[in-house]
């Protein structure tokens, strides 16, 4: 498996993939991405700010894709979070989705490794990775925990009104 940069030349990719994520949330009766996010404004910001990546597998078959974010992200200026790492820059990760037709072979496991190893090997001043995921999200709660992200609070009503979001932080360096 590689992990790329994606261009805009990869927009409508990544929109297939997340538009599958979120038919895949709803099918496990999560109500996550339900609505107009990840927009296909919020996912060509993404490319032209350099921070959309793709995920392919061996074969060359692209399989997911995920942004990482840099510090400072707002998303998380309202959380009550009990951060690892308070002051050091932090990378974050967001809008992480596997095709429905690649589930199954690991690949969310190796998304996560892939990026973790870029976060460290390309910025090493970089002290820690943040996550954020719905409270209903128990697959993506699971992957998370077993990554080794450290649950350090919750965040209420940022991406919709009354959600809860459960926030994570994995210190790498």
């Not at 990482?68 to 009550?80: F, Q």
């Amino acid at each position: 498996m590689y992990f790329k940069q994606a261009t805009l030349d990869d927009l409508d990719t990544i929109i297939d993939i997340l538009s599958d994520g979120r038919n895949q949330l709803a099918e496990a009766g999560v109500d996550q991405w339900q609505g107009d996010y990840p927009s296909r404004k919020q996912i060509t910001a993404d490319i032209m700010q350099g921070v959309a990546f793709l995920v392919n597998d061996d074969d060359n078959a692209t399989v997911g894709a995920v942004a990482v974010v840099p510090s400072p992200d707002a998303t998380y200026d309202t959380a009550n979070a009990k951060w690892l790492n308070e002051t050091e820059p932090y990378r974050v990760i967001h809008r992480v989705a596997i095709h429905s037709s690649h589930a199954g072979h690991g690949y969310a496991t190796q998304l996560f490794e892939k990026v973790i190893h870029h976060v460290s090997e390309k910025h090493p001043e970089i002290k820690s990775i943040r996550i954020d995921t719905h409270s209903d999200n128990l697959a993506m709660q699971h992957l998370i925990a077993k990554m080794g992200f450290e649950r350090v609070g919750e965040m209420v009503g940022v991406y919709h009104q009354d959600d809860v979001c459960y926030v994570y932080e994995k210190l790498i360096h």
